[in-house]
T-cell receptor, first 110, second 114 residues
């Protein structure tokens, strides 16, 4: 069973902010929320992670709902190079595996 | 560190042949993951190791697939015999054990079985 659900695809215009949603309604208290992205013809790369508080790094921001059942990855100014498949996954104490769903394919239009 | 290193980058083999994919994780990492990616099935977790011990191999599709990690710096994924439906990109990734650390992926091995 998928632990997270994401929209299949989203579009954005270049230079505009993008909000990528993820639902994880069965999250447990110790699960970390991780985001990865996969650019064309490359392996996935780490973007950001969080537990309860919102997080910022040089790539993106992660907004986590108060009940932790959903989160949003925020790209503040999308560029053409941000076109990729974005994956939201959970890492938990029980398994510590990293299982990927289908992700969200982000298209950035010039 | 040079990152996670996979070899070969590309492999073309005939059906029935044995294929061995190799992975060198980042030094010091506790976890090593093997994935298979296809258009139809996406990115599938095949097996992962913790400190060289296989933890969960439930994603290994058939007995034709096997994976080993003889030491902390090397892992192999073997397919014997290979079939055309095994054609995919295979990724290896490694990470520390802590849940709040990132995983690093290799560039992948593109396998084509003809």
């Amino acid at each position: 069973d998928a632990k997270t659900t994401q929209p299949n695809s989203m579009e954005s215009n270049e230079e505009e902010p993008v909000h990528l949603p993820c639902n994880h309604s069965t999250i447990s208290g110790t699960d970390y929320i991780h985001w990865y992205r996969q650019l064309p013809s490359q392996g996935p790369e780490y973007v950001i992670h969080g537990l309860t508080s919102n997080v910022n790094n040089r790539m993106a921001s992660l907004a986590i709902a108060e009940d932790r059942k959903s989160s949003t990855l925020i790209l503040h100014r999308a560029t053409l190079r941000d076109a990729a498949v974005y994956y939201c996954i959970l890492r938990d104490n029980n398994n510590n595996d990293m299982r990927f769903g289908a992700g969200t394919r982000l298209t950035v239009k010039p | 560190d040079a990152g996670v290193i996979q070899s070969p980058r590309h492999e073309v083999t005939e059906m029935g042949q044995e294929v061995t994919l190799r992975c060198k994780p980042i030094s010091g990492h506790d976890y090593l993951f093997w994935y298979r990616q296809t258009m139809m099935r996406g990115l599938e977790l095949l097996i992962y190791f913790n400190n060289n011990v296989p933890i969960d191999d439930s994603g290994m599709p058939e007995d034709r697939f096997s994976a080993k990690m003889p030491n902390a710096s090397f892992s192999t994924l073997k397919i014997q015999p290979s079939e055309p439906r095994d054609s995919a990109v295979y990724f290896c990734a490694s990470s520390f054990a802590a849940l709040n650390t990132e995983a690093f992926f290799g560039q992948g091995t593109r396998l084509t079985v003809v």
